[in-house]
């Protein structure tokens, strides 16, 4: 439902651009701290998937031009950020991250410690 | 803020330690035409260690606005010659430099990792920051100054 947390004991997607020429995540595979960091456009909301109400072919959109990552919620709350499901018209399972700050570098870096690639 | 190195030159044999020496003195908010040039021997000569970054670099610099296409503009070529500068800097004292990538702000980031540490510096168009996340304790960001990097981040990072 739009506006409720979503549950701890679920996961996150997280789509970042990355086409073969441009794969800019670490040499593990994993995400760079860039891959979560606020832009002013995203008006305080770190656009996601839950994993539970979609596919991974789905949340990626383009498997050429992006990669995706994971993240389970318990990781966000545990850095005192919130998980909100906000369904849109086309993508029932959007959500987003709360409680960033567009001038907050440590958050970004936590969130991708926390993730793992998994397309 | 402007800075740094727009070339690099070919100098005598230098301790390495002189080198750095050369670099820290540099005020990086002095306008460039007051900036003591740097001389350094080629990328390819010294960058070795660092190599694989400076091919990433070198992506990062053929970026055009909306490289991602959501909008984010381009790193600065300024920006891009400080990442240089410091994957440089790196190599000459034995520092791997874990990754670089670009950000949607226009910045470069610089991963240095050790263990479960690491410490990123921020290149922003109109800021510099370093972020230490350490393996327990509290994570820090503040603002990054050139001086800082070897004596006190580095330092930090292989405590």
Redo the contacts between chains.
């Keep these: 439902m739009k506006g409720q947390n979503v549950s701890l004991l679920y996961t996150l997607y997280r789509r970042a651009y990355g086409s073969p020429a441009r794969k800019f995540c670490n040499p593990d595979g994993s995400a760079t701290s860039r891959v979560f960091k606020l832009r002013e456009i995203d008006n305080g909301a770190l656009s996601v998937d839950v994993k539970e109400l979609t596919t991974q072919e789905k949340a990626i959109v383009d498997k050429a031009r992006f990669m995706l990552f994971e993240i389970p919620v318990s990781s966000i709350l545990k850095i005192n950020l919130s998980a909100i499901h906000d369904p849109l018209p086309n993508n029932d399972a959007h959500a987003f991250i709360g409680g960033l700050d567009i001038d907050d570098d440590i958050k970004p870096s936590q969130l991708a410690k926390a993730s793992k690639k998994v397309l | 803020m402007s800075y740094l190195i727009n070339s690099y030159s070919p100098t005598a044999e230098l301790p390495k330690t002189d080198q750095f020496k050369t670099f820290t003195s540099f005020n990086i908010d002095q306008p460039l035409d007051s900036f003591v040039s740097i001389t350094f021997r080629t990328e390819d000569e010294f960058g070795g260690l660092n190599s694989?970054i400076f091919e990433?670099v070198s992506?990062?610099a053929e970026?055009t606005n909306n490289?991602?296409?959501?909008?984010?503009p381009a790193p600065s070529p300024d920006n891009i010659q400080f990442a240089k500068a410091i994957a440089l800097f790196m190599s000459a004292f034995g520092q791997e430099i874990?990754?670089v990538?670009?950000?949607?702000?226009g910045?470069i980031?610089i991963?240095f990792r050790s263990q479960s540490k690491?410490l990123?510096i921020?290149l922003y168009n109109d800021k510099m920051?370093y972020?230490k996340?350490p393996d327990v304790g509290t994570?820090?960001?503040g603002k990054f100054t050139i001086d800082l990097l070897y004596t006190d981040l580095i330092a930090w990072l292989n405590s």
Aim: aromatic content about 6%.
């Design positions: 694989r990433t992506k990062i970026l490289w991602d296409e959501e909008g984010s874990y990754n990538a670009p950000g949607p702000h910045e980031l991963d690491s990123e921020l920051r972020v996340l994570p820090e960001q």
